[in-house]
T-cell receptor, first 112, second 115 residues
Framework: GQQVMQIPQYQHVQEGEDFTTYCNSSTTLSNIQWYKQRPGGHPVFLIQLVKSGEVKKQKRLTFQFGEAKKNSSLHITATQTTDVGTYFCAGRHSGGYQKVTFGTGTKLQVIP | EPEVTQTPSHQVTQMGQEVILRCVPISNHLYFYWYRQILGQKVEFLVSFYNNEISEKSEIFDDQFSVERPDGSNFTLKIRSTKLEDSAMYFC?????????????FGPGTRLTVT
């Protein structure tokens, strides 16, 4: 079946350090979404990438979609304690279906 | 800002009992979803619903599960005979069909505990 893996599973950083999580799909994706889930909370949509090689920025967050549309990354510059949470990528597989497959998630802990 | 709501926030039930989880999607959204998340694990797709019928479902969504949109605003997930392994957080989500963008808005979830 379709699998979406993320690395690392956990990341502890000092406040102010950068953070990157990587997402890899076993199959080509039509688009990829990123979500953030705070501890005890629900997933909150961050962004969607559609085009091969696309790069989008949201303040300190930079999202990339790979050329082959099978991988993606999220980079946070100068982490803050408010960045704490689990970051999930979610891939929509080619074929125009509604189903998204969530990645395994990267749990970020920021040490003040 | 419009939001997805879910009730109850926590449901405790005995194994073998039926449960119904309720959701009110955002009013102008057309696609509805159920996901589950076992504690500490990833979010798993269960089912998507559009135009009053299931559009996709996962292997998890077996005959014990059903969904319904009974009155044009509520969207429900029924588990007919709960098992211990059904214990999880269940999230409802909705999305607006807008070009090729299907960003999903999640509700706060219902924590289901099967004893």
């Amino acid at each position: 079946g379709q699998q979406v893996m993320q690395i690392p599973q956990y990341q502890h950083v000092q406040e102010g350090e950068d953070f990157t999580t990587y997402c890899n799909s076993s199959t080509t994706l039509s688009n990829i979404q990123w979500y953030k889930q705070r501890p005890g909370g629900h997933p909150v949509f961050l962004i969607q990438l559609v085009k091969s090689g696309e790069v989008k920025k949201q303040k300190r967050l930079t999202f990339q979609f790979g050329e082959a549309k099978k991988n993606s990354s999220l980079h946070i510059t100068a982490t803050q304690t408010t960045d704490v949470g689990t970051y999930f990528c979610a891939g929509r597989h080619s074929g125009g279906y509604q189903k998204v497959t969530f990645g395994t998630g990267t749990k970020l802990q920021v040490i003040p | 800002e419009p939001e997805v709501t879910q009730t109850p926030s926590h449901q405790v039930t005995q194994m073998g009992q039926e449960v119904i989880l309720r959701c009110v999607p955002i009013s102008n959204h057309l696609y509805f979803y159920w996901y589950r998340q076992i504690l500490g694990q990833k979010v798993e797709f269960l089912v998507s619903f559009y135009n009053n019928e299931i559009s996709e479902k996962s292997e998890i969504f077996d005959d014990q599960f059903s969904v319904e949109r009974p009155d044009g605003s509520n969207f429900t997930l029924k588990i007919r005979s709960t098992k211990l392994e059904d214990s999880a957080m269940y999230f409802c989500a909705s999305s607006e069909e807008r070009f090729a963008t299907y960003e999903q808005y999640f509700g706060p979830g219902t924590r289901l505990t099967v004893t």
